[in-house]
């Protein structure tokens, strides 16, 4: 049996990426789209999926306040929950679970999710987070 290629309709970057609709011809995604230039069609191959290096993958990336990564890796986690979860304060530095490609767009989401945090006075303080959590130095 030949392998079928299924069209995805896609909207968005980073951690406003998302699947709109999936057609079963490229006429029919163009279709859909019309004069849309905010979408963009991904050809996907059922039960073979897209090449490794275009799939969306979970990264943790360790982040200053000021923006400085500290580290970035792609993870594979041991929790029922492939969702990235909320912001973390660790040793000074806050880990972001982001989606992403790559390493250069996990930084980017991060960034996004980092000056969100600091724009409406959330971003993470090591009191803050002692008190929340009863941990102690």
């Keep these: 049996m030949a392998e079928r290629t299924v069209y995805l309709v896609t909207s968005g970057e980073y951690s406003g990426y998302g699947v709109e609709a999936v057609f079963s011809s490229l006429k029919k995604a163009y279709a859909y789209i019309g004069n849309l230039t905010d979408m963009e ?33 792609p993870t594979t986690l041991n929790r029922k929950s492939q969702e990235p979860q909320p912001p973390q304060l660790w040793n000074r530095l806050v880990i972001f679970e982001v989606m992403a490609k790559t390493e250069k767009q996990a930084i980017k989401a991060a960034n996004e999710q980092r000056t969100q945090l600091i724009a409406r006075n959330r971003w993470p303080t090591e009191d803050g987070y002692l008190a929340k959590y009863g941990v102690r130095e």
Excluded: H, T, Y
Excluded at 45 to 50: S, V
Excluded at 51 to 61: A, M, N, P, Q, Y
């Design 41 to 73: 069609i991904e050809p996907f191959r059922l039960n073979g999926g897209r090449d490794e290096c275009s799939i969306r993958r979970l990264w943790r990336v360790r982040m200053d306040k000021q923006g400085k990564a500290e580290g970035c890796s």
